[in-house]
């Protein structure tokens, strides 16, 4: 370690978030952050080598002309966060389905009568490839200007064999050029598409005949998703989408339990997913089984919230359960159109009540076991990819506290400063 080149060195951190401990985090240790007070992290390439006190690390790594020194100037450092739900490849906007919400109709009134989902799906279908990947990369850009270094995204706006797969390519494009990694999932049954209404059997067949093998062969998903809801697709249809995506090698999450209680997160315990997401209204059952076989619960907050809803997830019962749990922005452009993961947790504190510290172990620990990434990422520890954010903060529960504001400062992606903003903005 004390060999190896150091190419940047953070010093003067107030507070040093390491998370080193379990993986995941469940139950109390959900609050064991692993904070060193007045610490430094040193880096190699793209991995962090050192991190502990800062005077230790201080005299352990030599530097050379070409080490960039950040002085962290007493802030709080923590591994960079992870958004482990995201739909970001999309072009058109949908405020004016916010709008009708706000007058009275209801999310899935608005998907019945057309809209939702399905007008996403015209859209993306008759929108040139360059437009959305553009609108995308923007997104990028402010997901991971908020501190936010690695998402999960999910197709599911194309609904065709061909949308679909170039919603993937869009996914891989924008992974293999933008500073934030993409974790590539396949959500082909997102909803029954226009052509297919009153015949999602037919369209299940599409999905694991012809699309599941493409994305399969061009590696173009690692897990699979499906939206388990009434009006949508039931318990039945799930398993039989999830079962061939499970014979076909990829990972199983759930949009599960999120407007009507159905049984999607015992489906996913069942099918030994890797995460089930939404659950507002998931049961006692659903949560037993969920502790049982240790699928992550990946809470939405932000999409209650932008629902006007006011029942939220039970973050409280699973993690006094044993459930593993994490927070995403589900960004999308119909039920929660955010880039913020820092104002989810603080939605996460007020209505849920989860505290600071765990949020941060949901955001950083149990949302690298969410898309499979509990040996690299989520830590600042030597070994693990040197993904970092210091925040503008001397003490971590401002977190929550000081919402509705980006409080990230620096954002280290794999050893590079992709964004400063406090100096410049963006600067990638
Ligand atoms: O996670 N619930 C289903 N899918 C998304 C919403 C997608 C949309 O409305 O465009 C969600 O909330
Ligand atoms: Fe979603």
Redesign the pocket.
């Known amino acids: 370690m004390a060999d190896s080149k150091v190419t940047l060195l953070i010093e003067n951190i107030g507070q040093l978030i390491t998370m080193t401990g379990s993986v995941p985090r469940i139950g109390p240790d959900l609050k064991e952050l692993g904070l060193i007070e007045n610490g430094a992290v040193a880096v190699s390439g793209d991995r962090i080598v050192m991190a502990g006190d800062n005077d230790i690390v201080r005299q352990t790594v030599s530097l050379d002309k070409d080490t960039i020194v950040i002085d962290a100037d007493r802030a709080v450092v923590t591994p960079g966060f992870i958004d482990p739900h995201t ?1 970001p490849v999309f072009a058109m906007t949908r405020q004016m389905e916010f709008e009708m919400r706000i007058l009275g109709k209801t999310y899935m009134e608005i998907a019945e009568a057309g809209g ?2 399905r007008a ?1 799906v015209r859209d993306l279908r008759t929108t040139p490839r360059e437009v959305i990947t553009a609108k995308s990369r923007e997104r990028l850009d402010r997901i991971i200007a908020h501190g936010v270094t690695t998402i999960e995204a999910k197709s599911g706006y194309g609904l065709s064999t061909e949308s679909e797969i170039q919603q993937l390519e869009i996914i891989r494009e924008l992974n293999d050029s933008h500073p934030l990694d993409l974790v590539p999932t396949f959500l082909g049954a ?1 909803e029954v598409p226009d052509e297919y209404r009153g015949k999602a059997d037919e369209y299940i067949e599409l999905i694991n005949n012809e699309m599941l093998p493409l994305v399969v062969k061009n590696k173009l998903a690692e897990f699979s998703d499906i ?1 388990t809801e009434k009006g949508v697709f039931d318990i039945e249809q799930s398993r039989r989408v999830q079962q061939a995506a499970k014979d076909a090698g990829l990972g199983l999450k759930f ?1 599960a339990d ?1 407007l009507t209680p159905l049984g999607g997160a015992e489906l996913a315990a069942e099918m030994g997913a890797v995460s089930a997401d ?1 659950l507002v209204y998931i049961t006692d059952d659903g949560i037993n089984a969920m502790a049982k076989a240790g699928v992550v619960a990946v809470l ?1 907050p932000g ?1 209650t919230f932008a629902l006007g809803h006011t029942e939220y997830a039970p973050a409280r019962k699973m993690i006094e359960a044993g459930v593993p749990v994490s927070l995403s922005t ?1 960004c ?5 159109y955010t880039e913020n993961l820092p104002l989810i947790i603080s939605i996460a504190a007020l209505r849920m009540k989860m505290t600071a510290a765990e949020s941060i172990s949901a955001v950083t620990v149990n949302a690298a076991v969410a898309i499979n990434r509990g040996d690299s990422l989520g830590q600042i520890q030597p070994g693990k990819q040197a993904d970092i954010v210091v925040w503008n903060m001397e003490d971590y529960r401002e977190l929550p506290y000081h919402y509705g504001v980006n409080p990230a400062r620096v954002v280290v992606k794999r050893g590079k400063v992709a964004v400063n903003n406090r100096l410049t903005g963006i600067v990638h």
Do not use: K, Q
Not at 332 to 336: A, E, H, I, Q
């Open positions: 739909h939702g989902i996403s997102h939206f949009h999120e939404h939405l999409t589900d999308n452009p119909g039920s929660s």
